[in-house]
C-alpha cells in the first residue's frame, strides 16, 4: 500500500462493511423463523411446513438469482465510472428492500415479501466493489491481508447482527417488538452506511476502463469462466465452495427450528458465537498468515477441514455440541475465503479487478441460486439432506482444487 494511515481508506472499508454485514446479520435468523414458526403468525397454520419449506427454498433463491443479473454491471460500471457512486447506488437499493421487507411482514403480503427481496438482490453488488476498492490500493503482499480485513468486518457484524436481530424479533423481550422490527433497524444503518459513504470513502479507482456493461452479463461470465483455461478450473472451485456453504447457511436455521426446537433467539445467539470465531479468524489468524504462508497452499488445508467440519454438525444429538463444532465450521470459512479471492485476484490485471472479481460475485451467486431451490424440496424429505449436501459440494470443490487447479500449476 502507497498511502498512509491518515488518509488511507480501509477504515472507512471497514466501517462500510461492518455495517452491511450487521445489517444481514439481523435478518438471519429472523426470515427461517417467519416461515418455520406457528407462532410468527405470517402464514396461517393450515398451510403445512412442506409448503412452507419449498416458499422458503424460493424466498432465498431470489436474491442471487437477481444478484447474478446486477452485481456483473455494477462491478463493470464501477471499473468505468469509479467504486463510489456505484457503492451508493448499491446501498440506496438495500436501504429501500429492507424498508419493504418490513412492510410486507406486517401486511403479510408474500408478493411484497419477495419483490422486497428481489430489489436489493439486483442492486446488492456492495461486497464486490469493496473488493474491487481493496484490489485498488492492495499490493501482492497485502492483498490477502486487506481482504481479511473485509472478513473480520464480516465476523464483527456477523456477533452483533444475529443477536440484535433475535432479540428485536422477540416480543417476550419488548411487547412491541416483532418480525418486522429488525427490519426497520437495517434500513437505518443502511442510511447511516449511505451517508459514511459519501463523505468519508474515497475514490479508490486509479485507471477508469470501458468495461463492457450487460444486463445478461452474469449469464455470459459463467460462460467465460469455463471458457479461459486461466479462470476454467479456479472457478469451478468457487462454484462448488459456494454451493457446499449456501446449502449449509440457508437451511442450518431451519434443521435448528425442526430439530431442535431452536427460537429466533437462541438462532441469534449461536450465530453470534459463530461470528465471534469468523472475527478472529479473519482478524488475526488470517492477518498473521498473509505473507508467509502462500494463499494457494493454505487453502489445500482450508477447504478439507470445511467440508469435514460441515459433516461432523449432522452427529450431535444434543445442541450445546453446535457451541463446539461451529468455531471449526467458521475458522475453516474464515481462512478459505480471503485467501480464496486473492487467487481469483491474482489471476487478472490492475486494470481487470472490477471485472474479474465481478464474474466472482456471478459464480458465487450461481452457487447461492441452486441451493434453496433444491433444499426446499430436500428438506420436505428429510431436514438432514441438505447439510450432508453442504459436505459433498465442498468436499468436491476442495478435490478439483487440489488435484486439477494446484496440479496445473505446479506443471
Known sequence: MTKDRSTSPLLTIFLTVFIDMLG????????????????????????????????YGLLVACYPFMQLFGAPMLGALSDRYGRKPLLSISLVGTMVGYLLFAYAILTNNLILLFFSRMLPGFTGGNISIILSAIADISDAKSKAKNFGLVGAAFGIGFILGPALGGILADNTIVSWFNHATPFWLTAGLTLVNLIIVQFRFPETLKEKSETPVSLFRGLSNVGKS??????????????????????????????????????????????CWIGIWLAFTQGFIVRR?????????????SILMLSLSLGVILLPDQSFWFYIINPFIAIAQGITSPNLTTVVSEQALATQQGEILGINQSMQSL?????????????????????????????????????IFRASKRE
Open 226 to 271: 469455463f471458457q479461459q483455461p486461466a479462470l476454467r478450473t479456479i472457478f469451478a472451485v468457487i462454484l462448488l465452495l459456494s454451493l457446499g456453504f449456501s446449502f449449509f447457511t440457508q437451511f442450518f436455521s431451519v434443521y435448528l427450528i425442526q430439530e431442535f426446537d431452536y427460537t429466533v433467539k437462541n438462532i441469534g445467539l449461536l450465530y
Open 367 to 403: 452457487g447461492q441460486l441452486f441451493p434453496p431451490l433444491i433444499a426446499g424440496y430436500l428438506n420436505t424429505l428429510n431436514s438432514n439432506f441438505p447439510l450432508l449436501a453442504a459436505a459433498a459440494f465442498t468436499l468436491a470443490g476442495w478435490l478439483v482444487y487440489v488435484f
Open 289 to 301: 498468515m498473509s505473507g508467509r504462508v502462500p494463499s494457494g497452499l493454505i487453502l489445500n488445508y
Open 24 to 55: 444481514i446479520g439481523i435478518i438471519i435468523p429472523v426470515i427461517p423463523a417467519l416461515f418455520f414458526e406457528d407462532s410468527s403468525g405470517f402464514f396461517n397454520p393450515t398451510v403445512s411446513m412442506d409448503h412452507r419449506s419449498i416458499l
